[in-house]
T-cell receptor, first 111, second 113 residues
Framework: RKEVEQDPGPFNVPEGATVAFNCTYSNSASQSFFWYRQDCRKEPKLLMSVYSSGNEDGRFTAQLNRASQYISLLIRDSKLSDSATYLCVVIGSGNTGKLIFGQGTTLQVKP | GAVVSQHPSWVICKSGTSVKIECRSLDFQATTMFWYRQFPKQSLMLMATSNEGSKATYEQGVEKDKFLINHASLTLSTLTVTSAHPEDSSFYIC?????????FGPGTRLTVT
């Protein structure tokens, strides 16, 4: 079983739609959680950290459920520029700083 | 935010040759850098953790004699792919750790013919 699992998609949605991505992780001792965005042939860029209390940044909302080992990302009012691959990332136990990446979920927002 | 550069951004080499990729932290010092590899439509896979002044720590399944890592200064780590084969063709990305946050380089696309 992969340490971090995501539905690879692709998710094809119209502009203005609300879309949700899910992610599960296998190591219950995982410490920190993030969503990264990766555009084609580019490096990943941090989108937002994910906290147990849930957090929101503009049109983006991230949620963490430690009991279910489940992370989500909600994008409201999708824009064409949101088209990218969204990577669920986990830092395991310990303080190594090692990031464990999910496969990524591809989003294509269409006009 | 902190800036990390990689050089070259892309390289084509012949099978059997060696290729060196540089990763530099431009405006901060990084005692720890990471090297990842990403094949098409797949996730980033951590290859090794590069520690300044000491030997790199390789992930399971990554050959340390094939992927030589040197972290000789606080701003530079290098990855050398030795005796490259076509199956080594991939997108190689480094990241540098600054205050518990990782900053990624722009990646190096390696094609081995």
């Amino acid at each position: 079983r992969k340490e971090v699992e995501q539905d690879p998609g692709p998710f094809n949605v119209p502009e203005g739609a609300t879309v949700a991505f899910n992610c599960t992780y296998s190591n219950s001792a995982s410490q920190s959680f993030f969503w990264y965005r990766q555009d084609c042939r580019k490096e990943p860029k941090l989108l937002m950290s994910v906290y147990s209390s849930g957090n929101e940044d503009g049109r983006f909302t991230a949620q963490l459920n430690r009991a279910s080992q489940y992370i989500s990302l909600l994008i409201r009012d999708s824009k064409l520029s949101d088209s990218a691959t969204y990577l669920c990332v986990v830092i395991g136990s310990g303080n190594t700083g090692k990031l464990i990446f999910g496969q990524g979920t591809t989003l294509q927002v269409k006009p | 935010g902190a800036v990390v550069s990689q050089h070259p951004s892309w390289v084509i080499c012949k099978s059997g040759t060696s290729v060196k990729i540089e990763c530099r932290s431009l405006d901060f010092q990084a005692t720890t850098m990471f090297w990842y590899r990403q094949f098409p439509k797949q996730s980033l896979m951590l290859m090794a953790t590069s520690n300044e002044g000491s030997k790199a720590t390789y992930e399971q399944g990554v050959e340390k004699d094939k992927f030589l890592i040197n972290h000789a200064s606080l701003t530079l780590s290098t990855l050398t792919v030795t005796s490259a084969h076509p199956e080594d063709s991939s997108f190689y990305i480094c990241s540098a750790l600054d205050n518990y946050e990782q900053y990624f380089g722009p990646g190096t696309r390696l094609t081995v013919t």
